[in-house]
């Protein structure tokens, strides 16, 4: 019998990059993109995220850093001192028992000031703006595409262009003075509508609720009962972004509320800036020390950052919500 003859791999000749490349087999790639495989790296896209990251910790997380240890110093340590370098906690304790001291603990007052008129606006605006995204992205009326177009138009506007309209029109209805010159126009957020908006008219399936309103359900129970519970991120989101809104506003309150004890914190931070007499020259007895405002400024900043980390979940997932479909 004949030897037992076994086919030998047939090679053949290619053309890759501009140059022959012999394949011993159909697994093989060819020699340059084997070549192209093992190249080095270039350590330029290293390099360069490595100098963006040094311009972030030297542009964003310093200041935070300097502004921690600001508060356990005393004034002279602030001036003169390392700046990154921490103080003492008895600096630290003599800095609080001065900023509770100043017009009998209003930095306290303040804080729960800011907490109720956010906390006030926060619950209006989800009641507000969730329903009216909805209705925006699912329900065809009359007028809709040119209230989308008023929506976007006054959520692009400036805040400041609108404090004087809404001056006007609380002093119609004599509510200046009031929590409610402030809580009013903080409820209605066009960011937050817009962005409910986008959620529902991108992710949310239509065809669940065609299905819905088949067996019956009316609009409000499609909207409470399928809509709602897969909109829990987005209104996470808009609860995150309505309550820093509202917490950091400065401009609004200040020129609605004229009294003291009605100031929420933002004002209140303004107020104790003007007592601090390296930037008032011409204050009196009551002043205020640099450290005791670095001190007050981490108060104002600690409500913001705990809603954050106790959201952050749903927080992350409002924001990808939309970018990827099944």
Same mark, same amino acid.
């Given at each position: 019998?004949?030897?037992?003859?076994?086919?030998?791999?047939?090679?053949?000749?290619? #053309?890759?990059?501009?140059?022959?490349?012999?394949?011993?087999?159909?697994?093989?790639?060819?020699?340059?993109?084997?070549?192209?495989?093992?190249?080095?790296?270039?350590?330029?896209?290293?390099?360069?995220?490595?100098?963006?990251?040094?311009?972030?910790?030297?542009?964003?997380?310093?200041?935070?850093?300097?502004?921690?240890?600001?508060?356990?110093?005393?004034?002279?340590?602030?001036?003169?001192?390392?700046?990154?370098?921490?103080?003492?906690?008895?600096?630290?304790?003599?800095?609080?028992?001065?900023?509770?001291?100043?017009?009998?603990?209003?930095?306290?007052?303040?804080?729960?000031?800011?907490?109720?008129?956010?906390?006030?606006?926060? *619950?209006?605006?989800?009641?507000?703006?969730?329903?009216?995204?909805?209705?925006?992205?699912?329900?065809?009326?009359?007028?809709?595409?040119?209230?989308?177009?008023?929506?976007?138009?006054?959520?692009?506007?400036?805040?400041?262009?609108? *404090?004087?309209?809404?001056?006007?029109?609380?002093?119609?209805?004599?509510?200046?003075?009031?929590?409610?010159?402030?809580?009013?126009?903080?409820?209605?957020?066009?960011?937050?509508?817009?962005?409910?908006?986008?959620?529902?008219? #991108?992710?949310?399936?239509?065809?669940?609720?065609?299905?819905?309103?088949?067996?019956?359900?009316?609009?409000?129970?499609?909207?409470?009962?399928?809509?709602?519970?897969?909109? #829990?991120? *987005?209104?996470?989101?808009?609860?995150?972004?309505?309550?820093?809104?509202?917490?950091?506003?400065?401009?609004?309150?200040? /020129?609605?509320?004229?009294?003291?004890?009605?100031?929420?914190?933002?004002?209140?931070?303004?107020?104790?800036?003007?007592?601090?007499?390296?930037?008032?020259?011409? *204050?009196?007895?009551?002043?205020?020390?640099?450290?005791?405002?670095?001190?007050?400024?981490?108060?104002?900043?600690?409500?913001?950052?705990? /809603?954050? /980390?106790?959201?952050?979940?749903?927080?992350?997932?409002?924001?990808?919500?939309?970018?990827?479909?099944?």
């Amino acid at each position: 019998m004949p030897n037992d003859i076994r086919p030998q791999p047939v090679t053949r000749s290619a #053309t890759v990059f501009g140059e022959p490349a012999t394949t011993a087999g159909p697994g093989t790639p060819p020699r340059s993109l084997r070549r192209l495989r093992n190249a080095p790296r270039r350590p330029v896209p290293r390099l360069l995220t490595g100098a963006l990251l040094t311009l972030f910790v030297v542009f964003f997380v310093l200041p935070v850093i300097w502004l921690i240890l600001a508060a356990t110093k005393t004034d002279d340590q602030l001036v003169h001192g390392n700046p990154l370098a921490f103080g003492s906690w008895h600096a630290l304790r003599a800095n609080w028992d001065a900023l509770t001291g100043f017009q009998n603990d209003a930095i306290m007052l303040w804080l729960r000031n800011s907490a109720l008129y956010s906390g006030i606006a926060l *619950v209006i605006t989800l009641c507000v703006a969730v329903p009216a995204g909805y209705a925006l992205a699912m329900t065809e009326f009359r007028g809709r595409h040119t209230l989308l177009v008023a929506t976007l138009v006054v959520m692009l506007m400036p805040n400041a262009t609108l *404090v004087v309209p809404l001056f006007l029109e609380v002093n119609a209805v004599h509510l200046i003075g009031s929590m409610w010159s402030i809580i009013l126009p903080y409820s209605f957020y066009p960011f937050g509508v817009y962005l409910t908006y986008i959620y529902f008219s #991108t992710t949310l399936p239509k065809d669940l609720l065609a299905a819905a309103r088949i067996d019956g359900c009316s609009e409000f129970g499609v909207f409470r009962h399928i809509a709602l519970p897969l909109a #829990t991120p *987005v209104v996470a989101l808009v609860g995150f972004f309505s309550f820093v809104a509202n917490w950091t506003n400065y401009f609004l309150p200040y /020129v609605m509320l004229p009294e003291t004890n009605q100031m929420p914190v933002q004002v209140g931070l303004g107020t104790l800036l003007d007592s601090v007499p390296s930037f008032n020259p011409t *204050v009196g007895a009551v002043a205020v020390q640099r450290p005791e405002l670095a001190l007050a400024t981490l108060l104002a900043i600690i409500p913001v950052l705990a /809603v954050f /980390v106790f959201s952050q979940r749903f927080l992350i997932a409002g924001m990808l919500a939309g970018a990827t479909k099944d």
